[in-house]
């Protein structure tokens, strides 16, 4: 079975940095392109960035191009998250998803933006 | 303001069929495949439909998904009390180069 665990979550104040780790296990994590997707409280799906298998390319959303970046290492069967210039409108719920159209979710990982 | 459009609530009686709607554009659903989800309350997304009309292992198949042009439908018949979620229709838009999602439908059983 599929299992995406994230994990780095928490409390950070406006401007500061956060980095979410997603493990993954249960399918061949070289051969897929990774997600990640966030919810706001309360709010809808946004997709927030992608990373082809081998990791030489990779997409964002334009409210968060600049200041996230998406990378993974493949021989911990491992993605990442590196979230810098938080600002409060980054709260949310951050799930860690297999593929370009997130076939797997993650139960996601808690990031809050506030003094 | 999503890409997809979506009408923010749905409802229906058990036993009974329900579509929900997914407007895109040439840009995204016009062009490339469309992804349903189906959201529980306090939980992760799960995907109920794949490229347009295909269900992963699983999922019944009083779930179906159809796609015309630049629109998508996802139809639940039979409908259950455990149905009862957010749906939200997905799909990579090329000029954005970037998914997106609808702004999700509140289906009420």
């Known amino acids: 079975d599929v299992h995406l665990v994230e994990s780095g979550g928490g409390l950070v104040q406006p401007g500061g940095s956060l980095r979410l780790h997603c493990a993954a296990s249960?399918?061949?994590?070289?051969?897929?392109?990774m997600s990640w997707v966030r919810q706001a409280p309360g709010k809808g799906l946004e997709w927030v960035a992608n990373i082809k298998p081998d990791g030489s390319a990779n997409f964002y959303v334009d409210s968060v191009r600049g200041r996230f970046t998406i990378s993974r290492d493949n021989a911990k069967n491992s993605l990442y998250l590196q979230m810098s210039s938080l600002r409060a409108e980054d709260t949310a719920m951050y799930y860690c998803?297999?593929?370009?159209?997130?076939?797997?979710w993650g139960q996601g990982t808690l990031a809050t933006v506030s003094s | 303001q999503s890409v997809l459009t979506q009408p923010p609530s749905a409802s229906g009686t058990p036993g009974q069929r329900v579509t929900i709607s997914c407007s895109g554009s040439t840009s995204n659903i016009g062009r490339n495949t469309v992804n349903w989800y189906q959201q529980l309350p306090g939980v992760a997304p799960k995907l109920l439909i794949s490229t347009n009309d295909q269900r992963p292992s699983g999922i019944p198949d009083r779930f179906s998904g159809s796609k015309s042009g630049t629109s998508a439908s996802l139809a639940i018949g039979g409908l259950q009390p455990e149905d009862e979620a957010d749906y939200y229709c997905?799909?990579?838009?090329?000029?954005?180069?970037?998914?997106?999602f609808g702004g999700g439908t509140k289906l009420t059983v």
């Open positions: 249960g399918f061949i994590f070289n051969k897929y392109w």
């Open positions: 997905g799909a990579w838009d090329d000029s954005l180069s970037a998914w997106v």
């Open positions: 998803a297999r593929g370009v159209g997130a076939i797997d």
